[in-house]
């Protein structure tokens, strides 16, 4: 190894396509977690830090190809970890699409998508990362700055489609397009009761307690509260049972906006025991509410780099365990 003359060795970085499109002090700070940024800055600007060969500044774009060299102490450069927390989460996960850019997983109710600090490391994220590493599509020591990540979120006692970028450019690509609202999310619910017309677009407001982590619906808008647009189309009525099952399309995504909402017009999701009816639920024996996403059609309306293959793209679940040939399985 090269020596500088504080003695610490030279290195090289070549940059990956995970690690391209990004800022060079981002990258750093991101690759070499211990390290103060001040320290980075004074890197760059006597040159133990250069491009390509040559000095340069924290603002520059790296890109897929580019060397970085690095004349640092050794003590930023972390140890290869031999055991990793995604591998303690389960091998379990149901696959309903992949490619090279993203996989599409069948989420089951009970199973959480991100681990927080109530839960264990068995969660989809961590899951999927497992079945990556495993398949020898994601090296975390190689990947020091992406992870695959997880595009949508799932409630704990939803089901449904949830999406996972493999890469950072799909990642980006992805989350842009799910902002945008050119990922379109349908669902299938069951309701109390027979609604009053076959179809509607209800739109009404939505606020958000935190610490409660409930939400509240609203006709007219009130301080802190966020437009809702909740498109549904009923399938099918059980007279016997009175119940509905529907299926719901979110215009807007609002923390339980589906859950909330139906119980607003005065038809609560059977199992939802914080905005439903108790005593339906005790009656059917359902402690979940019985909401699944179910349908996922992609629907560009603008760019989408090397994912405009998907553009037009539907993908279902065939199997939504409350539904049986458009009518309600209980």
């Avoid at 897929?64 to 970890?81: A, M, N, P, R």
């Avoid at 979110?250 to 005065?266: D, S």
Wanted: hydrophobic share 35%; aromatic share 10%.
């Amino acid at each position: 190894m090269c020596y500088n003359l504080s003695g610490d060795y030279m290195r090289t970085i070549t940059i990956n396509k995970n690690d391209s499109g990004q800022r060079l002090d981002k990258f750093l700070l991101k690759r070499f977690k211990t390290m103060p940024k001040s320290l980075m800055h004074k890197y760059l600007r006597t040159k133990y830090i250069k491009l390509n060969g040559k000095k340069t500044t924290p603002e520059v774009f790296v890109n897929e190809g580019d060397v970085l060299t690095l004349y640092i102490k050794d003590e930023f450069f972390e140890e290869t970890k031999k055991e990793y927390e995604f591998m303690k989460a389960s091998k379990k996960l149901l696959l309903v699409y992949e490619d090279n850019n993203l996989l599409l997983i069948d989420k089951k109710p009970g199973v959480i998508v991100h681990q927080d600090k109530n839960y264990d490391t068995d969660c989809i994220v961590n899951r999927v990362q497992r079945y990556l590493f495993e398949k020898k599509e994601y090296d975390p020591e190689a990947d020091k700055a992406f992870s695959p990540a997880l595009v949508n979120r799932i409630d704990r006692n939803t089901g449904g489609i949830i999406i996972g970028a493999k890469n950072a450019m799909a990642l980006r690509v992805l989350n842009e397009k799910v902002r945008t609202r050119e990922i379109r999310k349908f669902y299938l619910c069951v309701v109390k009761g027979k609604l009053k017309k076959q179809k509607d677009t209800l739109k009404d407001y939505l606020t958000k307690n935190e610490k409660s982590n409930t939400v509240k619906v609203s006709k007219n808008e009130t301080k802190n509260s966020k437009e809702i647009i909740t498109k549904y189309n009923v399938i099918s009525y059980d007279k016997e049972r009175d119940l509905s099952l529907c299926e719901v399309e979110l215009l807007t995504g609002r923390t339980h906006q589906i859950r909330a909402h139906m119980a607003y017009i005065g038809h609560p999701l059977l199992g939802d025991e914080k905005y439903g009816d108790k005593a339906l639920n005790r009656r059917f024996h359902q402690s979940s509410q019985l909401l699944c996403s179910y349908k996922l059609i992609f629907d560009f309306k603008t760019g989408a780099d090397e994912l405009e293959y998907l553009n037009g793209k539907v993908f279902t679940l065939d199997d939504v365990w409350f539904v049986m040939n458009k009518k309600i399985k209980l």
